[in-house]
T-cell receptor, first 114, second 115 residues
């Protein structure tokens, strides 16, 4: 069964460093998402991406965040200058259509900022 | 405003019993989805119910949706130790404009099944 994959599973970085989190969505899906979950808190929407551009973004997704689909398979989230409060689990998700279909989530990348 | 608030926050039952979790939301939705998360792991999709549906079944899962009350419930029948996890409802307010709206998650119900 196709699944969303994410790498790395765990990333440790120093405050101020740039990180890139990678995702491979399900191959025939058209809509891509990033979410984050701070430890013990609920999952929060960051950004959605469709047709090679951002479709929607939350207040969390400020100028230090960016997303890219550099090729036909990868979808990346870049954090330019990490802060301690960026420590969280980051989930990628994808779905086939924008018509309210199921979003399938990857296993997540745990980002720890020291 | 908060969307997708589950209750109870924690639920502990004996194996074999049924577990019921509730979710309330505030805005109009197109569908509501339930996910399971084992400790520190990814989100596993359980079931999606559309706004024009009232009840849906999948194996031991039963989901109801009451759009007039803006609430949903997830029932797990004949619970097993492996059902121990956190359960989240997530609302999808996708509009007809085709925007790729993100899901809005609740805080979750932590379910513990005692063997």
């Amino acid at each position: 069964e196709p699944e969303v994959t994410q790498t790395p599973s765990h990333q440790v970085t120093q405050m101020g460093q740039e990180v890139i989190l990678r995702c491979v969505p399900i191959s025939n899906h058209l809509y891509f998402y990033w979410y984050r979950q701070i430890l013990g808190q609920k999952v929060e929407f960051l950004v959605s991406f469709y047709n090679n551009e951002i479709s929607e973004k939350s207040e969390i997704f400020d100028d230090q965040f960016s997303v890219e689909r550099p090729d036909g398979s990868n979808f990346t989230l870049k954090i330019r200058s990490t802060k301690l409060e960026d420590s969280a689990m980051y989930f990628c998700a994808s779905r086939n259509s924008g018509g309210g279909d199921t979003q399938y989530f990857g296993p997540g990348t745990r980002l720890t900022v020291l | 405003s908060q969307q997708g608030e589950e209750d109870p926050q924690a639920l502990s039952i004996q194996e074999g019993e049924n577990a019921t979790m509730n979710c309330s939301y505030k805005t109009s939705i197109n569908n509501l989805q339930w996910y399971r998360q084992n400790s520190g792991r990814g989100l596993v999709h359980l079931i999606l119910i559309r706004s024009n549906e009232r009840e849906k079944h999948s194996g031991r899962l039963r989901v109801t949706l009451d759009t007039s009350k803006k609430s949903s419930s997830l029932l797990i029948t004949a619970s097993r130790a492996a059902d121990t996890a956190s359960y989240f409802c997530a609302t999808d307010a996708w509009d007809s404009g085709g925007g790729a709206d993100g899901l809005t998650f609740g805080k979750g119900t932590h379910l513990i099944i005692q063997p």
